[in-house]
């Protein structure tokens, strides 16, 4: 096995984030990994192997950060730069240039790809990659459209997976959810993912205000840590002035979110367009019902009818009608969610993305 520097620059603490470190660390266990990381990680505790800080000053030609990636990169006799989070794209690729090895670059694509990207730093930065691997096939395609074909890398997909698909005890679950349901007499809704504008947030608040006047117990309990403390402010106020503070929670972020996930009722995923949307695979896992909108990668993981439910992207009457179903339909809520366990184990295990993920480093390493 070559010898990775795994990089991720970003701040935030999101899936993108929790992935890179969860990669570090799984890594570790049989080859040399180096972790680079910004001096403001959020990760650094979560990451067990060898780290090093980057400070990042300038975003668009970070020379000075890139010099110092370089001449860790000889020192350490890195083969393989292994990068996730699309702003630290430039500095990969000056470190390549500056570094007396020429690692290969591969990135790993988590966010959406979009648009055209012909001008001529883009065409300058994709020619020197080397691989590109998508998490979903969705994603593939637009990474296929929109770079051009005379500098476009390799592109392969590999799913995300988990590593953990035992569901916690009914006691942990109950224990869990009487913290949002104490008289168990609430359908307990699900939203797990960073706080921001494009999560959709909205969507399921609106469905929640068509619920109330229906008379039905939706209650919708958020998980997350917010991008903008500006934005959640702005979306608690309109929570209160919906007269919904009963019906919508905030828990901020939370160490092991499948526990809550299966303690409630129903997860959603209303992100305009996700690129995957591991959290559905997090909550079919522990034998909970799924509900996502039918854009981006989601549908490549919820087989309408069959393991869960779509919606139509930003209808929060679309959404509404989801959930409505899978309330009024206890056996079929049910029978979706065995369709669902059986798919997480066949098709998106961890081992199987992490063995498609080094065989890929591998390849790449010695090409």
Request: charged fraction near 25%.
């Amino acid at each position: 096995m070559p010898k990775v520097l795994e990089l991720c620059l970003s701040p935030n603490k999101g899936g993108l984030e929790l992935y890179f470190a969860n990669i570090c660390n799984a890594l570790m266990a049989d080859y040399e990994i180096l972790a680079a990381v910004s001096p403001d990680s959020k990760l650094k505790e979560l990451i067990h192997t060898e780290q090093v800080e980057i400070a990042k000053k300038a975003h668009y030609l970070p020379l000075m950060a890139a010099k110092k990636l370089a001449r860790l990169i000889d020192e350490q006799q890195v083969d393989v730069v292994h990068l996730h989070w699309g702003k630290d794209l430039t500095l990969a690729v000056l470190a390549k240039l500056y570094a007396k090895r020429k690692p290969k670059l591969v990135m790993t694509r988590h966010m959406k790809f979009p648009a055209m990207k012909d001008g001529l730093l883009h065409r300058f930065l994709y020619k020197h990659i080397n691989h590109i691997m998508a998490i979903s096939q969705t994603m593939a395609h637009d990474l296929r459209r929109f770079i051009p074909e005379n500098v476009r890398p390799d592109i392969s997909v590999n799913y995300l997976g988990i590593d953990d698909t035992t569901p916690f005890s009914a006691e942990e679950a109950q224990q869990t959810r009487v913290l949002y349901d104490p008289d168990n007499t609430c359908f307990l809704v699900a939203l797990v993912g960073r706080i921001d504008y494009d999560k959709g947030h909205e969507f399921l608040l609106d469905a929640l205000k068509i619920a109330k006047t229906k008379g039905l117990p939706f209650k919708a309990v958020i998980v997350g840590h917010p991008m903008q403390e500006s934005y959640l402010f702005a979306l608690k106020q309109k929570v209160n002035d919906a007269g919904l503070n009963e019906q919508m929670v905030f828990t901020g972020f939370v160490d092991e979110p499948r526990c809550l996930m299966q303690a409630c009722d129903v997860l959603v995923l209303t992100t305009i367009e996700e690129t995957f949307g591991l959290v559905l695979i997090e909550a079919m896992s522990v034998g909970t019902p799924v509900v996502g909108s039918n854009r981006g990668g989601v549908p490549e993981i919820i087989d309408d009818k069959h393991t869960g439910l779509l919606f139509e992207s930003c209808d929060s009457q679309s959404l509404f009608e989801a959930l409505e179903y899978l309330y009024l339909n206890h056996e079929q809520a049910k029978s979706y969610a065995e369709q669902a366990k059986i798919k997480v184990k066949t098709k998106f295990a961890a081992d199987k993305h992490l063995q498609t993920l080094v065989s890929t480093l591998k390849e790449i390493a010695d090409a």
